[in-house]
């Protein structure tokens, strides 16, 4: 099977802090090189580092920082045949991370808004089309259609939480979100911001990532809750694109919604336990040898 991840590419600058800044303070840190980040990216590369195979779709500057994503991307064994390079500065974020693991970020999206969905010339069927909202919401609606009608798997991370059609949002197999996109979008539905209740108001999937105490989802077939792993958080801000990548590279070989999420869960925990975004993202011998220390505490 294909997968094809359609969204950002972002340089981001990582500075490290004893405490979050609060609003009009100045909080001393120290900042690393540029690395690769982006929630399109990151999730590509989470899902290549799974085995998958990865079509990255989207758009950098003809710039040094553009050049970097485009190197990361080739090192994970993703593929960017459909990556252009524009006249646009690449995408650039700031991230800050506090002693706990914290993180607050600020995003310009630069070049990111010029990814059409018009770079995917065909659609298999079968393949596995997956989105978040760090590129025009228009784009991600015209691509949810195409790849409903040529009978893909279409999967949409809801962050950062941005309006789409309720049509469009309906062509989705799965529609994934953390407590917060969930609360956002139930708001605007008129719903509470539980799985079972949005997913009764879309009539798709629907998941919801909740930190410490697991994952939620509800689809036609029932609920399913996945645990948390307990691990020692150095940094939190690859976690649920590690989680959405691994997901759906699980789906795209054929495993089980269950099976997948399980898999995705310990992806999310393990890039909590490195700094970065993108450079955390754990790789299939990581994610199996969790998954079989955990099986093994269970049977004990």
Same mark, same amino acid.
Request: charged share 20%; with cysteine; glycine share 12%.
């Given at each position: 099977?294909?997968?094809?991840?359609?969204?950002?590419?972002? $340089?981001?600058?990582?500075?490290?802090?004893?405490?979050?800044?609060?609003?009009?303070?100045?909080?001393?840190?120290?900042?690393?090189?540029? /690395?690769?980040?982006?929630?399109? =990216?990151?999730?590509?590369? +989470? $899902? +290549?580092?799974?085995? %998958?195979?990865?079509?990255?779709?989207?758009?950098?500057?003809?710039?040094?920082?553009? @050049? &970097? =994503?485009? @190197?990361?991307?080739?090192?994970?064994?993703?593929?960017?045949?459909?990556?252009?390079?524009?006249?646009?500065?690449?995408?650039?974020?700031?991230?800050?991370?506090?002693?706990?693991?914290?993180?607050?970020?600020?995003?310009?999206?630069?070049?990111?808004?010029?990814?059409?969905?018009?770079?995917?010339?065909?659609?298999?069927?079968?393949?596995?089309?997956?989105?978040?909202?760090?590129?025009?919401?228009?784009?991600?609606?015209?691509?949810? +259609?195409?790849?409903?009608?040529?009978?893909?798997?279409?999967?949409?991370?809801?962050?950062?939480?941005?309006?789409?059609?309720?049509?469009?949002?309906?062509?989705?197999? &799965?529609?994934?979100?953390?407590?917060?996109?969930?609360?956002?979008?139930?708001?605007?539905?008129?719903?509470?911001?539980?799985?079972?209740?949005?997913?009764?108001?879309?009539?798709?999937?629907?998941?919801?990532?909740?930190?410490?105490?697991?994952?939620?989802? !509800?689809?036609?077939?029932? $609920?399913? #809750?996945?645990?948390? #792993?307990?691990?020692?958080?150095?940094?939190?801000?690859? $976690?649920?694109?590690?989680?959405? %990548? !691994? &997901?759906?590279?699980?789906?795209?070989?054929?495993?089980?919604?269950?099976?997948?999420?399980?898999?995705?869960?310990?992806?999310?925990?393990?890039?909590?336990?490195?700094?970065?975004?993108?450079?955390?993202?754990? #790789? *299939?011998?990581?994610?199996?040898? /969790? /998954?079989?220390?955990?099986?093994? *505490?269970?049977?004990?």
């Amino acid at each position: 099977m294909t997968l094809f991840v359609f969204g950002s590419a972002i $340089a981001d600058f990582v500075f490290r802090m004893p405490n979050l800044p609060r609003p009009g303070e100045t909080v001393l840190g120290e900042a690393g090189p540029a /690395l690769q980040g982006g929630k399109g =990216l990151n999730q590509a590369i +989470a $899902a +290549a580092r799974d085995g %998958g195979e990865v079509r990255f779709v989207g758009c950098v500057g003809r710039d040094p920082n553009g @050049a &970097l =994503l485009r @190197a990361a991307a080739i090192e994970a064994g993703v593929d960017v045949s459909a990556l252009r390079e524009m006249e646009a500065a690449t995408g650039l974020a700031c991230v800050c991370v506090d002693a706990e693991g914290r993180n607050q970020i600020a995003v310009s999206i630069g070049a990111n808004l010029l990814a059409r969905a018009a770079q995917i010339e065909a659609i298999p069927p079968g393949a596995t089309l997956l989105m978040q909202m760090e590129v025009r919401p228009d784009e991600n609606a015209a691509l949810i +259609a195409r790849g409903r009608a040529a009978g893909a798997r279409v999967l949409l991370n809801l962050a950062p939480a941005g309006a789409l059609p309720p049509e469009a949002l309906r062509g989705l197999d &799965l529609l994934i979100l953390n407590e917060s996109e969930a609360a956002w979008i139930g708001a605007r539905l008129g719903h509470p911001p539980e799985a079972g209740s949005l997913q009764a108001a879309l009539g798709i999937g629907i998941v919801v990532t909740q930190g410490e105490r697991g994952v939620t989802a !509800v689809t036609e077939d029932g $609920a399913l #809750h996945i645990p948390a #792993h307990r691990v020692r958080a150095v940094d939190t801000t690859g $976690a649920g694109d590690a989680w959405c %990548g !691994v &997901l759906a590279a699980s789906l795209d070989r054929g495993m089980p919604l269950e099976a997948a999420m399980r898999r995705a869960t310990a992806a999310g925990a393990l890039a909590c336990t490195k700094p970065g975004a993108g450079p955390a993202m754990p #790789h *299939a011998s990581e994610i199996d040898a /969790l /998954l079989a220390s955990f099986r093994g *505490a269970i049977s004990e």
